[in-house]
């Protein structure tokens, strides 16, 4: 692609979950994802960056990273950052920060819910929740961004359709897409692959509609789902990822419109200008080549490690009976329970990433690089490894560093102090709303054709409500 024209005023999207903001020159970037892979190499970039976004990525003074996954927060990416100013969301047990700071970096923690400037024209917001995410919010002279990428509401929906109220113009960019990210990689208790939600592949085009609809804003832009698995143990689901020409398909809507998932925008010339990097083409990758062979057990200090780290995770013991590791043709078993093994889950998985995750307590990394095999033993219902399982373990414990019932009792605390309405809100979203749509859904696809007016309907009914409740 051409460099393009210098931009007084204006936003440029790139890569995963990257957006460029421009006052004067480049002045603030995000989640910026240039360089390596993630999830122990099961990611790599769906596009190539460009040269000409290389550079204005380079040359911001100040970058926000929303959380701590490594599609977001890529430390082979950050290492030609050291010189800027890391902008994190204020996080209860701040893990980014510290770490960050650990490693060399300058590490400012931005105030809750507050205006700060970064330049003449250029103003953030930061909107940390109770699941280690964040929003950003970022004016630019009297236009609004709302960075939603991973977040989705937990709770403060209803603060962000009050901003976005306020603006004429307002662009959202979220993750979007079928749900790779988020299938994992289940199987029976017999050994059959179990077939992902994302497998339905629901018309992409119709939940951003109402997503943006929900959120007040003018336009949309694909965000945060701009990736390909190329480890060859994680290369089945690639079958679920969304391509760019998918975002459009079944997009409707009377007060949005839909912009294309890497842009460059002028305000002041008033230009949207499609950026064009090449895609992508990959072939399986071993994943020995990322420190994985399926074949190696796991020593004595190991397990005991593995062990240590599970019983930990105080709520783990109320909710289930035990869990199983099979590493390398062995079994490992971390019991809560005695006497009873009714509810439990065995996980499948290679040495090397296991315990990587395990030291360096990034759990979710593994549940995500959809290479791990999970089954499930006993009733878990429609949520599976939520809420029980997955929150507790990799977003309250690995990064918000509560793991007994007294630290989480005080880590919900804060968050409930910060917003206690939008704290209740995104607990009626966790335990009604979202257990509720996933139920409905299933049902809905077992009666009706998803091209048909009534699953269509149903599905704006679910819009309605959570809008009403939310």
């Not at 400037?117 to 953030?124: A, D």
Request: glycine share 8%; proline share 5%.
């Amino acid at each position: 692609m051409k460099r393009g024209h210098a931009m007084d005023l204006g936003f440029e999207t790139i890569g995963n979950a990257t957006l460029i903001c421009h006052d004067h020159g480049p002045v603030l970037v995000t989640d910026p994802w240039t360089d390596g892979s993630a999830y122990f190499g099961s990611w790599t970039l769906s596009h190539e960056i460009p040269a000409a976004q290389r550079a204005a990525i380079q040359a911001c003074p100040y970058v926000w990273l929303s959380h701590g996954h490594p599609d977001h927060l890529s430390m082979e990416s950050l290492d030609v950052l050291r010189a800027r100013t890391l902008l994190v969301p204020n996080h209860f047990g701040n893990r980014m920060r510290d770490d960050l700071r650990e490693q060399g970096f300058n590490v400012h923690v931005l105030v809750d819910r507050v205006w700060t400037q970064l330049s003449p024209r250029i103003r953030v917001m930061c909107l940390p929740d109770v699941n280690q995410d964040a929003v950003l919010l970022v004016d630019m002279d009297g236009r609004l961004l709302v960075n939603l990428n991973d977040a989705g509401d937990r709770g403060a929906g209803r603060f962000v359709r009050k901003v976005v109220s306020g603006y004429q113009e307002s662009y959202l960019l979220a993750l979007s897409g079928y749900g790779d990210a988020d299938m994992m990689n289940f199987f029976t208790e017999d050994g059959q692959r179990i077939a992902p939600h994302a497998a339905a592949k629901t018309p992409v085009g119709r939940t951003i509609a109402r997503q943006a609809e929900f959120y007040g804003a003018r336009y949309f832009i694909p965000f945060s789902s701009m990736h390909k698995y190329q480890r060859a143990d994680s290369r089945w689901a690639s079958e679920y990822t969304t391509r760019l020409e998918d975002y459009g398909r079944g997009f409707e809507s009377r007060t949005c419109s839909l912009l294309p998932a890497f842009i460059r925008h002028d305000f002041i010339r008033g230009q949207t200008e499609r950026i064009q990097p090449p895609e992508r083409v990959l072939h399986p990758v071993d994943p020995k080549a990322f420190g994985d062979d399926w074949s190696e057990p796991l020593d004595a200090d190991e397990v005991k490690t593995l062990t240590t780290y599970f019983l930990g995770v105080e709520h783990l013991g109320r909710t289930l009976d035990f869990l199983r590791f099979r590493v390398g043709g062995r079994e490992h078993v971390v019991a809560f329970q005695k006497r009873r093994f009714h509810r439990g889950i065995t996980f499948e998985v290679p040495r090397g990433s296991l315990m990587t995750a395990v030291r360096y307590q990034v759990f979710d990394d593994l549940l995500i690089g959809n290479f791990m095999k999970t089954t499930l033993h006993g009733d878990f219902g429609a949520g599976r490894l939520y809420p029980d399982f997955s929150p507790y373990v990799a977003k309250y414990a690995d990064n918000g560093q509560a793991r007994t019932r007294n630290e989480l009792r005080t880590y919900f605390a804060d968050y409930r102090r910060r917003d206690p309405l939008g704290f209740l809100r995104a607990q009626v979203e966790t335990h009604c709303v979202r257990p509720l749509q996933t139920q409905s859904a299933e049902l809905l696809r077992t009666l009706l054709p998803q091209d048909s007016r009534g699953f269509r309907a149903a599905k704006e009914t679910f819009w309605r409500v959570r809008r009403a409740l939310l």
